[in-house]
């Protein structure tokens, strides 16, 4: 009898060591996922906040905005140092942008708002005859599926989103 009662113990502590571990690992998992999302609401962070800063810095003085609006108007006009400085502005917003519209594709973004507001943003500048130039000559640099999403929405037939130049007062002409 007394040796059933060891068996009966020990097979007790057994399945409490198995109970513990399925609870520590429950646990584990808990936090794993918690911590995942944690870290893709971080990103999506990073994302938005660099396309915004690409934005904000390509207009942040006077100097830079109005290399920005010449920009916009006539790309080919400018010399090459401006060409240089416009091209690095707008790398950093088409940049900005291709991580937004990663995470929204990714279903990281569930924004659709903040995403398409973006999109427009960006649109915008790429319509204006200076946008169009710059992205012909520079398209090439983005990943291919991102170079195709930007050519089509371009090309979009009823696409209600005016060029910068026409649309934002400090972008215009003079």
């Known amino acids: ?17 198995v109970l ?4 520590t690992l429950g646990y584990l998992s808990i936090q794993i996922r918690q911590s995942n999302r944690q870290e893709a609401v971080q990103a999506v962070k990073e994302a938005v906040n660099e396309f915004v800063n690409a934005f904000a810095a390509a207009t942040s003085d006077e100097s830079k905005a109005e290399n ?22 707008m790398q950093l917003l088409s940049s900005g942008y291709y991580q937004v519209w990663t995470m929204y594709k990714s279903g ?15 649109l915008s500048f790429l319509l204006s005859p200076g946008g169009r130039q710059w992205w012909e000559a520079y398209k ?35």
């Open 68 to 89: 920005f609006r010449a920009g916009l108007n006539q790309f080919d006009a400018l010399t090459r140092n401006e060409k240089a400085v416009f091209h690095s502005k």
């Open 20 to 23: 513990a571990v399925i609870a």
């Open 108 to 122: 990281m973004l569930a924004d659709e708002d903040l995403f398409v507001k973006s999109e427009n943003l960006l």
């Open 1 to 17: 009898m007394e040796a059933m009662n060891w068996d009966a113990l020990g097979a007790i502590a057994e399945t409490i060591g």
């Open 140 to 174: 090439h640099l983005p990943p291919e599926s991102f170079k195709d999403h930007m050519d089509s929405r371009m090309k979009e037939e009823h696409l209600n989103i005016t060029p910068a130049n026409e649309d934002l007062d400090w972008c215009k002409n003079d």
